[in-house]
């Protein structure tokens, strides 16, 4: 298996306030996979991305991503393993105001050794008459086109996307979700996408669903659809 987690547990707070978030998380995925944890608010899927993704320390369990365990890794190695193997998407772009499209990717593409070629990249993400605009002058959808690219211009191995279509209405959902897609189709990228939107579950290879800080479900799903087919 590519991604392996196992005996997850994260804990916010001391004594009385002290609060379980996760309480012994384990599931798989392999290389290539888009997996969607579901899972309504609070039940502890940001955390778990965020440790995943090395922005949080669990309290116990173990990660590990292709044979490497992150928890033997140091700070330095973390934020190696960083900024070679992950790319971030957020519900929030998160990008840099005074930088146009084009500069915002390239802060991405800065990190690796082997970026992604930024104006095939800018036509993928049907950005490339937009790339000199700055986010200010762009849609949510156009946005999140641009933080997408920054995730992926370092071509990374896992995709992390905490409610990446949050923000957006319903067709610039599907549009984003089909980039996505597009994306994990083209490079085999792991997605792992998380969401409180039940409906995206139809376009995963695999299904796990939190409810306050368990796994209340994990399956593989065998017949993945188009993510401009899904309806909600
Ligand atoms: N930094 C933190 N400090 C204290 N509590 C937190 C912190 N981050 C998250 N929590 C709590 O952990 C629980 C799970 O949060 P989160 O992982 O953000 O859930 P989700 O993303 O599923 O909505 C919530 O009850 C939240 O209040
Ligand atoms: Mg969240």
Redesign the pocket.
Known sequence: MFLHISNLKKS??TGDNC?E?LKGIHFEAERGEICVLL??????????LNIIGGIDHADSGNISINGEKMEEMNEKNLTIYRRKHLGYIFQMYNLIPNLTVKENIEVGAYLSKKPLEIAPLLKTLGLYEHKDKFPSQLSGGQQQRTAIGRAIVKNPDILLC?EPTGALDYQTSKEILTLIEDINLKFHNTVLM?T?NDALKAMADRVIR?RD?SILEDYKNEKRIRAMELEW
């Open positions: 916010f707070g609060t978030v899972g309504p608010s609070g039940s502890g899927k940001s955390t778990l905490d998380v409180h939190l800080g």
